[in-house]
């Protein structure tokens, strides 16, 4: 911890320290004030007052003292952080129950980020580069609409099989991908998602290029396509969708987050860093290559079924290579590892170029850009991966700590 | 089946097994010289492609050219602007960024490649559209039987054969080859020997580049038309052949390439679903021969020192 | 000696034109230290790498405990109790201490998915004892290692490294233990540091093997029970250390005389 006085008294480091979790709610409620700002901004001038705010936000987290001791904190104390960003998206669906495209916004980076997550699984943790992100994400919602076009299976079941058929089909890919290494595993992924693209665009069975129509979530005979209204409010019919996604967005970051942080966790790092070393060691490369790539499909296809049925339909469009690239910039942008450097860069990469119409037509361009320089300059990411400390689950404080 | 068109096929096949050819040894020189796979190689193409349009058009503008002169200032446009394009790519991103994880050059060159796709979309006016590339070759039809073919294809064809030769007896047969080929061998070796690692390194990637970008002027002239994604699939497509053939060799590639463009052409001919699943069996085709040959069929052999 | 626990007959590997091994017999007891010695580039690493699956052998036999392990995958002989260090340094440089220590237990270890992620409080108490090893172990080899257990590998000196890499080969217990030039850029007085803790270490594990390559030569007299040396491949000597000091063979391959 830094001695350097506050120049705010409240925010001394002393005070800061006596009260964690006061500064850990005070940090996630302003970043999350500010991310629902923007979502909802709808002026250029917000929205690039917005983004100097965070940029200003972000200079002082990561150079200036009294930033370093608030991440600090948060590090420290990230579960408890983490439960109060999970309320904090809920409090921002409340504050926009009645705003159809902030909702849909807040939906859409919570379902990517979960896509983004799970490529975090394979790449950060197991190594395996996967430029067919975006394929599954597709395959999850194509099989939400097949699901979706039979009545009587309950839609909480699609989204369980939507994950499954989306593994079974990372299936195919698992012989190439584990005999082979580095770019050659990269090259495999890529034919696959032009292949699945091109499949689904001659093949009329799934619709062709023009898709399939999907029908929306329902749950308890709920149907999320029709709210309008919950007790004496309005709302949109995007505000279900939002709590479904952030929820979805919950339980995989939670598993995820778990895998990381126990024996498997280290058995996949152990993999990735030197397949060698782990393999003499006894751990078995393949199994621990398939149970990443396995499940980060399988939740990417959720977070994909999901998406289609808010959507109501899906195109092979967005299952081309640049759709994949997009994803993968987002984690690489944000941190190869970090969760919630996936969400913040899912936010720069997602509703940015919304927002600044002066852009849009350039987004790919800008992102390109922006990903080289992150990789020259700062290859970490936005915000780089902690180092996985364990002491904190032994009952007592870690040894000089 | 008619023999005319069989033959007809054998030349189409020939034709994309060259181009094929042309780009893979690119990717599997740099391969050799830097073990980085350089995925905006196929974008490179399609600058190639552009260069020499503009270069076209802008003489053409200016003074009324003669065809040939025409075509030899988008050749030289192509060659040198593709050249250049690797050149920038290489010093800039893929030296910085060799001793990082593979996945960032991988990440990073892919990205080299979406900026270099989507500067040509925007820059070039209605650049999101295909484009017309003009004749710049002879007319004239050459006929034998029901088969038919351009003089100006077999020009391009001949163009294309000659230049990947070139560039073997350049790797086998010169001093720059020699170069090269040694630093393939071992990097370190070969600048202790006095070779001067970049400028070798730097020169294979505007060798592999021109070659690249000469495709694409070679495209351009055999389909008449060009478009700003073309490279995509050209980069998927030669950097699987030059895997298949066997990354850092020099025949591996080519043989690859032919190979690669005998089985698209195969299944066109002999599958009656046709045209419409050649991408998709093209896609197919990679993912189960890198399943069978995950080095390569010429296997690159290495065994890591531990 | 009764059944040894190492047994190799024959190990042959050749890499293309080049010999590396040549019908090398070696076996090794259960808590034999056994020093293994050659000029460079004679096979000592390569021994390591054929015993530890890494390398293919050409031909040969391997038994551990009389169990078949030539040419098997190295996670299968990680799992029958070989544990080794590397020449050159092999860690998770941005992982934790424990991190890469716990590597070479994790095989011993419950890696189901189901209680890893949903039986926590059983995986938090096995966390405590590994983590209680780990330290125990670290503490051993140097305590500033044990107090500073969950940072990065990478923030420390090289022979720290090293001390890391062999608590990572001894915390799964192994019955083998390979250790390849540990010492390798100590200065004398932390080699017979490391030497020291190694020998007390050996008084609890009075059954672990250990198979160790070293260059110096004061460190294979005092540690090793019997001395095997090797040049290009071969064994040219074993025994003990008095008769290998009064070896003529040893003394010209070590000069560099051709025979
Ligand atoms: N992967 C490999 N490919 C080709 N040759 C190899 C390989 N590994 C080792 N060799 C060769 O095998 C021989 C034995 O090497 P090894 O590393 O086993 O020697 P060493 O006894 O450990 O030497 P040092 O004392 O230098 O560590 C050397 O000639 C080496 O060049
Ligand atoms: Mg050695």
Redesign the interface.
């Known amino acids: 911890m830094s001695s350097i006085p506050s120049p705010i008294p409240v925010l001394s480091p002393l005070r800061m320290q006596r009260h964690p979790r006061a500064v850990v709610v005070l940090t996630v409620a302003l970043l999350f004030a500010g991310g629902g700002l923007m979502m909802h901004a709808e002026s250029q001038i917000q929205v690039l007052g917005l983004l100097a705010a965070f940029l200003v936000m972000f200079a002082i987290a990561d150079r200036t003292p009294l930033g370093q001791d608030i991440s600090a904190i948060c590090g420290d104390y990230s579960g408890f952080a983490n439960g109060v960003a999970f309320v904090c998206a809920l409090g921002l669906i409340v504050v926009f129950r009645g705003e159809h495209y902030t909702l849909l916004m807040l939906a859409t980076v919570a379902l990517f980020s979960t896509a983004c997550i799970a490529l975090n699984l394979q790449?950060a943790f197991a190594?395996i580069?996967n430029?067919a992100g975006a394929a599954f994400f597709v395959l999850g919602s194509y099989t939400a609409a097949v699901m979706t076009a039979y009545a009587g299976i309950p839609h909480l079941l699609i989204l369980v099989v939507s994950g499954i058929v989306t593994g079974a089909i990372g299936v195919?890919?698992l012989?190439?991908v584990l005999?082979?290494r580095?770019?050659?595993a990269?090259?495999?992924t890529?034919?696959?998602g032009?292949?699945l693209r091109?499949?689904l665009e001659?093949n009329d069975t799934l619709g062709g290029p023009q898709g399939m129509k999907i029908k929306g979530f329902s749950i308890l005979g709920l149907d999320f396509n029709r709210v309008s209204s919950i007790g004496p409010w309005d709302v949109s019919f995007y505000l279900p969708y939002a709590v479904l996604s952030i929820c979805i967005f919950a339980v995989a970051f939670t598993l995820i987050r778990r895998i990381e942080r126990s024996w498997i966790g280290i058995a996949l790092d152990a993999v990735r860093s030197d397949e060698?070393a782990a393999s003499v060691f006894g751990l078995s490369i393949a199994r621990w290559k398939v149970v990443a790539f396995l499940i980060g499909n399988a939740v990417i296809g959720v977070a994909g079924a999901v998406y289609g049925m808010m959507n109501g339909f899906v195109t092979p469009n967005g299952s081309g290579?640049?759709d994949s690239?997009l994803m993968?910039?987002i984690i690489?942008l944000g941190g190869l590892g970090n969760f919630w450097g996936a969400v913040v860069a899912a936010m720069v990469i997602l509703v940015i170029p919304e927002k600044l119409q002066a852009i849009q037509?350039?987004r790919?361009?800008i992102?390109?850009?922006l990903?080289?320089a992150i990789?020259?300059f700062r290859?970490s990411g936005i915000l780089p991966r902690p180092i996985r400390d364990l002491s904190r689950f032994i009952g007592r404080p870690g040894a000089g700590a | 089946m008619d023999v005319g068109i069989l033959a007809q096929q054998l030349f189409n096949g020939l034709m994309l097994g060259v181009i094929y050819a042309m780009i893979a040894v690119g990717f599997s020189l740099f391969f050799g010289v830097l073990d980085v796979?350089k995925f905006s190689h196929g974008d490179v193409v399609t600058v190639g492609a552009f260069s020499s349009l503009g270069a076209v058009g802008l003489a053409g503008g200016l003074v009324a050219l003669p065809p040939v002169l025409a075509l030899a200032s988008g050749i030289a446009a192509a060659v040198t602007i593709g050249a250049l394009a690797g050149v920038i790519i290489g010093r800039v991103?893929v030296l910085?960024?060799r001793h990082?994880p593979?996945?960032?050059v991988?990440?990073?060159t892919?990205?080299?490649g979406?900026?270099l796709r989507?500067?040509i979309r925007?820059g070039v006016p209605n650049g999101g559209n295909p484009k017309p590339f003009p004749a710049l070759l002879p007319g004239g039809v050459i006929k034998a039987g029901s088969f038919s073919v351009g003089v100006d294809s077999v020009m391009i064809l001949a163009a294309g054969l000659l230049l990947v030769l070139g560039t073997h007896l350049l790797i086998t047969r010169t001093r720059f080859g020699l170069a090269i080929r040694a630093v393939a061998q071992d990097g370190e070796v070969a600048r202790l020997s006095g070779i001067d690692f970049q400028t070798v390194v730097l020169g294979t990637f505007a060798l592999g580049s021109a070659l690249a970008a000469f495709a694409g002027c070679m495209l351009g002239l055999y389909y008449r038309e060009i478009n700003f994604n073309m490279g995509?699939?050209l980069g998927?497509i030669g950097?699987?052949s030059a895997?298949v053939g066997g990354l850092g060799s020099m025949l591996g590639p080519i043989i690859g390439g032919f190979l690669f463009a005998g089985v698209q052409t195969l299944v066109v001919v002999a599958l009656p679903v046709s045209s419409?699943?050649k991408?998709?069996i093209a896609?197919?085709a990679?993912?189960?021969l890198?399943?069978i040959f995950?080095?390569g069929l010429i296997a690159e052999r290495r065994?890591?020192r531990? | 000696m009764n059944a040894p626990l190492l047994a190799c007959g024959g190990l042959t590997m050749r890499?293309d034109g080049l010999v590396a091994l040549d019908g090398l017999d070696i076996e090794v007891g259960k808590g034999e230290t056994v020093g293994l010695v050659g000029p460079n580039g004679s096979g000592k690493?390569t021994f390591f790498?054929v015993v530890t699956g890494?390398?293919k052998p050409s031909a040969g036999s391997v038994r551990l405990d009389a169990r078949d392990l030539f040419a098997k995958p190295p996670q299968m002989i990680g799992r029958a109790g070989v544990a080794r260090t590397?020449q050159r340094s092999r860690l998770m440089l941005d992982q934790s201490v424990f991190d890469n220590i716990v590597v070479g237990a994790l095989c011993r270890l419950d890696l189901g998915l189901f209680s890893n992620l949903f039986r926590r409080r059983r995986w938090c108490d096995e966390l405590g004892g590994m983590v209680d090893r780990a330290r125990a172990l670290a503490h051993r080899f140097n305590p500033v290692i044990a107090d500073r257990l969950f940072q990065p590998a990478g923030s420390f000196t090289m022979i720290d490294r090293r001390r890391i890499e062999i608590c990572r080969a001894l915390i799964g217990a192994p019955r083998l233990l390979l250790l390849d030039e540990p010492s390798a850029g100590m200065t004398h007085d932390e080699t017979r540091q490391l030497m020291d803790d190694l020998l007390a270490f050996r008084q609890e594990m009075p059954d672990l093997a250990v198979i160790l390559v070293e260059h110096e030569m004061d460190v294979i007299r005092r540690v090793s029970d019997r001395c095997v040396v090797l040049n290009f491949g071969r064994k040219i000597f074993e025994g003990t250390f008095d008769a290998l000091i009064a070896n003529p063979d040893v003394q010209t391959a070590y000069l560099g005389v051709s025979q």
């Open positions: 790449l190594g580069a430029f195919i890919l012989l190439p005999r082979t580095g770019h050659y990269a090259l495999v890529i034919a696959f032009l292949l091109s499949l001659v060698t290579l640049g690239l993968l910039s690489v037509e350039f790919l361009l992102f390109a850009l990903v080289l990789l020259l290859p | 796979i991103l910085p960024l990082a593979g996945v960032n991988l990440l990073a892919l990205m080299a979406t900026v989507e500067a925007l995509v699939l998927i950097f699987a895997v419409a699943y991408d998709v896609f197919a990679i993912i189960i890198i399943a995950p080095t065994s890591e531990v | 890499f690493t790498n890494l390398y590397f």
